[in-house]
């Protein structure tokens, strides 16, 4: 008896530490937006803001409002920052903006859909492997015998991220495909990301999907998680594509892990804690992974070969993956080029520092 109430005692303080870890485990690998939302104002021609480090930032971004935040908004350079509010300029909107205060979420999207891009835009659906299809957009481009290049958003948002990035391959004259994947904000359903190690596929199928249709050369352009995809089909097949482009990527997950328990003012242990419930064959289980995370394969700055020139923008402003982890996954690859920009959220270095950013992206593209 006193051994069963030994059990039992242990169990009960046991079970709130299991649960606490197994939240963390969720966050690292959901799939649910986590958009912050804001009060905002509109004043004349200005957007009244709270002082934040986004909303203080340079550069132009969007603003969704209105009923299930479907309406754009486009708001330009700061014009003052007094008592808590930020003041900037707004230039446009898809729908007429409040006067009075009303919810909204800042997010670096400067365009509001595709048609932003291209009129004769398209919708398709890339064929996957496993008999199903992920949607995508299509962007064409006049000279067929131009490369394409595949657009690859990160986690927890959507394709128009990617929009920044397809713009300047517009310019260069070249076709664009915006691809999703399974657990991608609008891709295929999952309710959990295994981080590339099973998504490096659906990018594989729409490589393919793009050679059958008639692509001579394939460039991708990856943000954030996005590059895990990219880096890992190279693993895989070290000629998959001809070029690569890494925004603000993530190349060490086990690193990033790190940062994000230190960000949260955790104490340290609960990184391994973390990774290991990952990547245990049973504790994956109970958190909803298919099967358990190899930290050590999603890990693209040691013990990887990169083949193909490859264009890296990140900045020392990125509070979610680490620059240092950048600068180490190009210090460690001869065919990397660094551009680092301005400091800026994660994500956002084409808004904050959008000449040279697009200008480092733009020559890449049109190298040949």
Excluded at 88 to 103: C, D, L
Excluded at 270 to 292: E, K, N, Q
Aim: proline share 7%; glycine share 6%; hydrophobic share 45%.
């Amino acid at each position: 008896m006193p051994a069963l109430v030994a059990v039992a005692c242990l169990v009960a303080l046991l079970a709130p530490a299991a649960w606490f870890i197994r939240m963390l485990a969720r966050r690292v690998v959901g799939v649910e937006p986590r958009r912050k939302t804001v009060t905002a104002r509109r004043d004349d021609q200005t957007m009244v803001l709270p002082v934040s480090t986004a909303s203080l930032a340079a550069g132009q971004y969007g603003l969704w409002f209105g009923p299930n935040f479907e309406h754009h908004a486009l708001v330009g350079e700061v014009l003052s920052s007094d008592q808590g509010l930020v003041v900037r300029r707004f230039i446009k909107s898809t729908a007429p903006v409040p006067t009075e205060p009303f919810e909204a979420q800042l997010t670096a999207h400067v365009m509001n859909g595709p048609a932003e891009i291209d009129s004769a835009w398209e919708n398709v659906d890339v064929p996957l492997r496993d008999g199903t299809s992920a949607p995508a957009w299509l962007f064409r481009s006049e000279s067929p015998d131009k490369p394409w290049v595949i657009h690859v958003q990160g986690i927890r948002t959507s394709r128009l991220v990617t929009l920044r990035s397809v713009e300047v391959a517009q310019r260069a004259g070249l076709t664009s495909l915006v691809i999703t994947y399974r657990g991608a904000g609008d891709g295929p359903p999952a309710t959990v990301s295994s981080l590339g190690q099973r998504e490096w596929s659906d990018l594989a199928d729409a490589v393919a999907y793009a050679r059958a249709q008639g692509a001579v050369a394939i460039y991708v352009v990856a943000w954030s998680m996005g590059a895990g995809l990219a880096l890992e089909l190279l693993r895989r097949e070290p000629d998959a594509f001809d070029r690569l482009a890494l925004i603000a990527p993530a190349t060490n997950w086990r690193e990033i892990v790190r940062r994000g328990v230190k960000n949260a003012g955790l104490p340290g242990f609960l990184t391994r804690a973390i990774t290991w419930a990952l990547g245990s064959p049973v504790a994956s289980r109970l958190i909803g992974l298919p099967a358990p995370i190899d930290f050590d394969q999603l890990d693209w700055v040691n013990s990887f070969e990169l083949a193909v020139p490859t264009l890296v923008i990140h900045s020392k402003g990125d509070e979610e993956i680490p620059f240092e982890l950048t600068d180490d996954f190009a210090s460690g690859h001869a065919t990397v080029t660094l551009i680092e920009t301005s400091a800026a959220p994660h994500g956002w270095e084409l808004n904050v520092d959008r000449e040279r950013a697009m200008s480092a992206l733009s020559s890449w593209l049109e190298a040949t």
